[in-house]
Structures are given as structure tokens and as C-alpha cells.
């Protein structure tokens, strides 16, 4: 099955400096990305995903690159805020499965502290 | 407005006892799935349901046990708890089959998940 690992675990930026995190999975049938924003105690929230088909999406200050060959994706996340501050999850999926079986397998999660 | 309703929010158990989690997608037809997250870890994957029907399946424990009913929503029963199932459970839906736009059949929304205490 598929293994996705995610580096760093813990990562401490200033605030206004650029934080990245790395992730790379197994499976090569893989073709959906999703990254996840999770507080604690809270839900993942889906903040940016890209698929297999396309190399770089960015919305705002969020931005995720793919190499397929590698099999690796990255987050970047610009001007990071105290407000980023959160455990992040990257994962991987093979979308485009009917019947409903696109089920994520996800990093171990980063834990990003944006200092003041 | 779309989204994932679960309940109970919290729930406090003996060892040895069963506990009924349940998770409402809305709008109802949705493909569901279960993940277990342990304290500092990542989700994992336990079972997904399709119409009704268990699509995938993946770490859960025999103890466990999860359907969908005729109104999409769905139920993880689990059994024999022991220490080691307090965790977080999430249920997330995503559009599937019915998605009217093929990238957003597989967007899995969390919902706001259960809290299990066995103590």
C-alpha cells in the first residue's frame, strides 16, 4: 500500500519568513495531493491540493509543487503569521476510483510555530 | 450548506465496553470514510462507504464494525474497547460518484470529529 513520509516534524519560523515542507510517497499510482491544516482538537481542514496532471498551484500564500518523478510534493507557505501556527498533514490518494474508494494516507504531520 | 455532522462530540468509556459513533454527510449522497487519529499522530484510514456499501477497507480492528444506512449516514460500532482506541474519530465525506466536476469527487471534508476516552 501506499507510505508517505513527511519532513520536517517540527519546524520554527519568524514570522513574515517562508516555511517547507517536504513529503514523499510510494505508490506511484498515486495522482491526488492533498494538504491539510489541523489545530488542536480540531478537524484536518483542506487548505490546497493538486493533482498528478499539474506541477505547481498556489492561492495566496500557499503554494504546492509536485514532482512526479521523484514522487515528491512540497508545501510553501509565504509570510507566514502567527495564525499558520498548526500541525500540517500532506497526503496522497488515487482519485478517479468509482465507487468511493479514494481513502487519503497521510504524513505524520508537521508541526509549524511561526514566532513573533 | 455541505458538511460532515458527527456525534457524540465526546464520549467517555470502561474498558471493555461499546462504544456507537455516528457520522451525517451532508448533502446526503456522499461517499464516507472513518479515520482513527491516536494523540500526536496522523489519521488513519479505517473503512469508506459507497451507497450504502463498504468500498474500502483498511487498519480496523475486528472489534470494529461500521455500516451506512438507507439515509447515507453511518455508524462505526466498536466493541471490547480497550485503552489503546481512545483517539479522535473523524468521518469525512467526499463527493464521489456524484461530484459535478470530476476534480471534486475526491475532496474529503472532515467532520468535527469524536473524542473517545477509554478508561
Known amino acids: 500500500g501506499e507510505n508517505v513520509e513527511q519532513h520536517p516534524s517540527t519546524l520554527s519560523v519568524q514570522e513574515g519568513d517562508s516555511a517547507v515542507i517536504k513529503c514523499t510517497y510510494s505508490d506511484s499510482a498515486s495522482n491526488y495531493f492533498p494538504w491539510y491544516k489541523q489545530e488542536l482538537g480540531k478537524r484536518p481542514q483542506l487548505i490546497i491540493d493538486i493533482r498528478s496532471n499539474v506541477g505547481e498551484k498556489k492561492d495566496q500564500r500557499i503554494a504546492v509543487t509536485l514532482n512526479k518523478t521523484a514522487k515528491h510534493f512540497s508545501l510553501h507557505i509565504t509570510e507566514t503569521q502567527p495564525e499558520d501556527s498548526a500541525v500540517y498533514f500532506c497526503?496522497?490518494?488515487?482519485?478517479?476510483?468509482?465507487?468511493?474508494?479514494?481513502?487519503?494516507?497521510f504524513g505524520t504531520g508537521t508541526q509549524l510555530k511561526v514566532e513573533l | 450548506a455541505a458538511g460532515v455532522i458527527q456525534s457524540p462530540r465526546h464520549l467517555i468509556k470502561e474498558k471493555r465496553e461499546t462504544a456507537t459513533l455516528k457520522c451525517y454527510p451532508i448533502?446526503?449522497?456522499?461517499?464516507v470514510y472513518w479515520y482513527q487519529q491516536g494523540p500526536g499522530q496522523d489519521p488513519q484510514f479505517l473503512i469508506s462507504f459507497y451507497e450504502k456499501m463498504q468500498s474500502d477497507k483498511g487498519s480496523i480492528p475486528d472489534r470494529f464494525s461500521a455500516q451506512q444506512f438507507s439515509d447515507y449516514h453511518s455508524e462505526l460500532n466498536m466493541s471490547s474497547l480497550e485503552l489503546g482506541d481512545s483517539a479522535l474519530y473523524f468521518c469525512?465525506?467526499?463527493?464521489?460518484?456524484?461530484?459535478?466536476?470530476?476534480?471534486?469527487?475526491?475532496?474529503?471534508?472532515f467532520g468535527a470529529g469524536t473524542r473517545l476516552s477509554v478508561l
Open positions: 497526503a496522497a490518494s488515487i482519485s478517479g476510483l468509482t465507487g468511493g474508494g479514494n481513502k487519503l494516507t
Open positions: 469525512a465525506r467526499s463527493l464521489g460518484d456524484w461530484g459535478t466536476r470530476s476534480k471534486d469527487k475526491n475532496i474529503q471534508y
Open positions: 448533502p446526503r449522497h456522499d461517499t
